[in-house]
């Protein structure tokens, strides 16, 4: 009998982990486009449904409560960067299943809307609502972040954390300014690579992302500092900063927000699909395989990081 050695993903708080089959029907669009009613189940899927999840859509089934570079303390960063307060409209584009958007609703009490492409992820995102009593502040919605079903200025913050990177970024920046009111600011949290980085780097970041792309099935880049301010200069964005972030302290430990219980649920799940399914092994392996190369190779970490970057709309 041959051994695999596979070790399960770092894993978070499964806190909007259902305990029974959940069955909701939504409207994707409030546009004029006719209603189009959608029904998703986000629990006790069978083995063939959850192989055919996305990745991060089969992350939140296990448990996982967001997927990203940072933690929690990027968030608030970006926020604070951002003017994010109470009365303050923001729009969270790739909300995934809401970490965020409650955290900034519950921690500013201002008002978000979560948008991700993925019906199966706001589903779950919208199953929290009421849970976490914040049904006045925040709601989700399917959207494409390269379509968003807005009008132009409806927001006074747009963030949008881990998404970029998977998205046409010329048009996606066009479309987040649009949506921004005057004034209003754009905060975008992503990795980059340094300008300098030597070939050999360079080629390794190119293959980590080229094995992310495997992964979400969208072509991924990784821009430097300074292509990421010519793609927010050229959506018209003013008053552009960036900030790295250290790979160390942002690099979204889930454990911290989720407890031991939460650590050993999820994992127990993963280990479960792992040894079950082969598809869903070769996934969680190059995911593995992408954090050591962007996150523990020496080397690389000297070029390459977290990446905060700021502008603002002109008034
Ligand atoms: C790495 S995850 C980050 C999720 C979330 N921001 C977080 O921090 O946990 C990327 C997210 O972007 C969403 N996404 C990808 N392409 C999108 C698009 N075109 N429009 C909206 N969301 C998109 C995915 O469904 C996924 O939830």
């Given at each position: 009998?041959?051994?695999?050695?596979?070790?399960?993903?770092?894993?978070?708080?499964?806190?909007?982990?259902?305990?029974?089959?959940?069955?909701?029907?939504?409207?994707?669009?409030?546009?004029?486009?006719?209603?189009?009613?959608?029904?998703?189940?986000?629990?006790?899927?069978?083995?063939?449904?959850?192989?055919?999840?996305?990745?991060?859509?089969?992350?939140?089934?296990?448990?996982?409560?967001?997927?990203?570079?940072?933690?929690?303390?990027?968030?608030?960063?970006?926020?604070?960067?951002?003017?994010?307060?109470?009365?303050?409209?923001?729009?969270?584009?790739?909300?995934?299943?809401?970490?965020?958007?409650?955290?900034?609703?519950?921690?500013?009490?201002?008002?978000?809307?979560?948008?991700?492409?993925?019906?199966?992820?706001?589903?779950?995102?919208?199953?929290?609502?009421?849970?976490?009593?914040?049904?006045?502040?925040?709601?989700?919605?399917?959207?494409d972040?390269?379509?968003?079903?807005?009008?132009?200025?409806?927001?006074?913050?747009?963030?949008?954390e881990?998404?970029?990177?998977?998205?046409?970024?010329?048009?996606?920046?066009?479309?987040?300014?649009?949506?921004?009111?005057?004034?209003?600011?754009?905060?975008?949290?992503?990795?980059?690579?340094?300008?300098?980085?030597?070939?050999?780097?360079?080629?390794?970041?190119?293959?980590?992302?080229?094995?992310?792309?495997?992964?979400?099935?969208?072509?991924v880049?990784?821009?430097?500092?300074?292509?990421?301010?010519?793609?927010?200069?050229?959506?018209?964005?003013?008053?552009?900063?960036t900030?790295?972030?250290?790979?160390?302290?942002?690099s979204?430990?889930?454990?911290?927000?989720?407890?031991?219980?939460?650590?050993?649920?999820?994992?127990?799940?993963a280990?479960?699909?792992?040894l079950r399914?082969?598809?869903?092994?070769g996934?969680?392996?190059?995911?593995?395989?992408?954090?050591?190369?962007?996150?523990e190779?020496?080397?690389?970490?000297?070029?390459?990081?977290?990446?905060?970057?700021?502008?603002?709309?002109?008034?």
């Amino acid at each position: 009998m041959s051994v695999v050695s596979i070790e399960a993903p770092r894993t978070y708080e499964a806190w909007y982990m259902s305990s029974c089959s959940v069955i909701k029907s939504y409207m994707s669009r409030r546009s004029v486009t006719p209603v189009i009613t959608l029904t998703v189940k986000t629990t006790g899927l069978k083995k063939r449904e959850v192989e055919n999840l996305g990745h991060y859509e089969f992350m939140a089934y296990i448990g996982v409560p967001y997927f990203r570079w940072g933690g929690m303390d990027t968030t608030d960063k970006l926020a604070s960067l951002c003017g994010v307060e109470k009365g303050k409209r923001v729009l969270l584009v790739g909300c995934g299943t809401g970490y965020s958007a409650f955290h900034l609703a519950k921690n500013y009490e201002c008002e978000v809307v979560g948008v991700d492409i993925s019906n199966f992820l706001i589903t779950v995102a919208q199953e929290k609502v009421e849970e976490m009593g914040l049904g006045g502040l925040v709601s989700f919605e399917v959207g494409d972040a390269h379509d968003l079903q807005f009008d132009d200025g409806s927001f006074g913050v747009v963030l949008t954390e881990s998404v970029v990177i998977f998205l046409d970024k010329e048009r996606a920046l066009l479309e987040f300014a649009r949506v921004l009111r005057p004034g209003g600011f754009l905060g975008i949290s992503e990795i980059y690579q340094a300008d300098d980085a030597p070939e050999e780097v360079s080629n390794r970041i190119e293959e980590a992302a080229r094995m992310l792309s495997e992964n979400v099935g969208v072509e991924v880049t990784v821009p430097t500092p300074r292509q990421w301010i010519g793609h927010m200069s050229d959506a018209g964005l003013q008053s552009i900063q960036t900030e790295k972030q250290e790979i160390g302290l942002t690099s979204g430990d889930w454990a911290e927000v989720v407890g031991r219980a939460g650590v050993a649920r999820v994992s127990l799940k993963a280990m479960y699909y792992l040894l079950r399914s082969k598809k869903i092994r070769g996934r969680l392996q190059r995911d593995k395989r992408v954090r050591e190369m962007f996150m523990e190779d020496e080397t690389t970490k000297k070029f390459f990081g977290p990446l905060l970057c700021v502008g603002t709309k002109p008034g």
